[in-house]
């Protein structure tokens, strides 16, 4: 179990709270919930989910994954529960994805299954109050990409925008990211037409429907940056665009008319995790004391220097709408974790100490 101790620094105006927490046994972060956050660290195959209120001081065990594989960071909050997706090996060898639900008033988990031979490691999006992923089945001859769809209330799946290429021809289409918000539902989408490198690629925008109502064909400069390494995170605020690959060659880019114009390319260009508003997303380059902000309405965007000190660097943040969970890091040091206002970022000393 992960022991914590807090300490409250008033600096001015300004509030930090430092959290000495034993680094080594959190494998990952989930979520930043109403002054809580989420982690899991792993024992063998099992994974256990804790949830730590930070004003408290108390740390409880929310469950276990049995046989846990490979997890994702991405969450879903929807009426008080949070879904993530998770994979686990299954009595054959194989492995299987289960939707787990971390209901927030009770502090526990339930599961959902459907096995359906898909592949490891799928993201978690929202779609008119229901859970949405991105799903591939490979067979002998076939690739087939499709969206799935949890009813949160039936309990029930379904299959939405299937798609599949031919593994031998390389003729066909196949869906590779998926991104949904409050206003649309957005992939983006390969055409191939026959041989290795003879494609073409679109983003498609549908509504909650599965309506199509815009296409955008990605030019190759965008191509040549950023699809060169398989996409592991796409987000979309309003007209902006956020695109991350394998290789944490990040972009992020205006929709204007059929074309995605750059704004910012950068490496480790990250997008903090939780984001509950889709107006001001928050981001952050890993390994350096950057942050950004975007406002989708004006496309203003702010770029905020951290005051870290005693060389450290930001390794991950998760963000709420007024709060940050910013965890420090440098080379052969022990990482630090503090809690703060987001409006006092530009203006607080981080000590690191």
Do not use: M, W
């Given at each position: 179990m992960l022991c914590i101790l807090f300490i409250s620094v008033g600096i001015g105006n300004n509030?930090?709270?430092?959290?000495?927490?034993?680094?080594?046994?959190?494998?990952?972060?989930?979520?930043?919930?109403?002054?809580?956050?989420?982690?899991?660290?792993?024992?063998?195959?099992?994974?256990?989910?804790?949830?730590?209120?930070?004003?408290?001081?108390?740390?409880?065990?929310?469950?276990?994954?049995?046989?846990?594989?490979?997890?994702?960071?991405?969450?879903?909050?929807?009426?008080?529960?949070?879904?993530?997706?998770?994979?686990?090996?299954?009595?054959?060898?194989?492995?299987?994805?289960?939707?787990?639900?971390?209901?927030?008033?009770e502090n526990n988990i339930n599961?959902?299954?459907?096995?359906?031979?898909?592949?490891?490691?799928?993201?978690?999006?929202q779609l008119d109050g229901n859970i949405i992923t991105l799903k591939n089945a490979v067979d002998e001859d076939n690739i087939t990409t499709y969206l799935d769809i949890f009813d949160v209330d039936s309990k029930s799946w379904k299959h939405e925008n299937i798609n599949v290429v031919n593994s031998n021809t390389y003729i066909g289409s196949a869906i590779f990211a998926l991104y949904s918000n409050e206003e649309a539902l957005y992939v983006?989408?390969?055409?191939?037409?026959?041989?290795?490198?003879?494609?073409?690629?679109?983003?498609?925008?549908?509504?909650?429907?599965m309506n199509e109502i815009r296409s955008i064909k990605i030019d190759n400069d965008i191509r040549d940056y950023i699809l060169n390494s398989r996409i592991k995170e796409m987000a979309v605020f309003g007209d902006y665009i956020y695109l991350l690959n394998i290789s944490n060659d990040a972009l992020l880019g205006k929709i204007k008319g059929n074309t995605i114009?750059?704004?910012?390319?950068?490496?480790?260009?990250?997008?903090?995790?939780?984001?509950?508003?889709?107006?001001?997303?928050?981001?952050?380059?890993?390994?350096?004391?950057?942050?950004?902000?975007?406002?989708?309405e004006t496309g203003a965007i702010t770029t905020i220097p951290l005051q870290i000190r005693n060389d450290y660097t930001i390794r991950c943040i998760l963000a709420d709408d007024k709060n940050i969970l910013l965890i420090c890091y440098a080379d052969d040091k022990t990482d630090y974790m503090y809690y703060l206002k987001k409006d006092n970022l530009s203006h607080t000393y981080i000590p690191c100490e």
């Open positions: 509030e930090i709270q430092s959290i000495s927490a034993d680094f080594d046994n959190v494998l990952s972060y989930k979520a930043l919930i109403n002054d809580s956050y989420i982690y899991l660290n792993i024992d063998g195959n099992t994974a256990t989910y804790y949830r730590h209120y930070i004003n408290d001081d108390k740390t409880i065990t929310l469950g276990t994954i049995e046989n846990f594989y490979l997890g994702t960071r991405n969450t879903v909050l929807i009426d008080n529960t949070l879904y993530f997706y998770a994979s686990v090996l299954d009595s054959n060898d194989g492995v299987s994805n289960v939707l787990f639900g971390i209901n927030l008033s599961s959902y299954e459907n096995n359906d031979n898909s592949l490891a490691g799928i993201l978690t999006y983006l989408q390969d055409d191939c037409l026959g041989g290795v490198g003879n494609v073409t690629t679109t983003l498609k925008i549908y509504d909650n429907n114009e750059p704004i910012i390319k950068e490496k480790n260009l990250t997008l903090a995790l939780n984001q509950t508003s889709f107006n001001t997303p928050f981001f952050y380059a890993r390994r350096s004391n950057k942050c950004y902000t975007l406002d989708a």
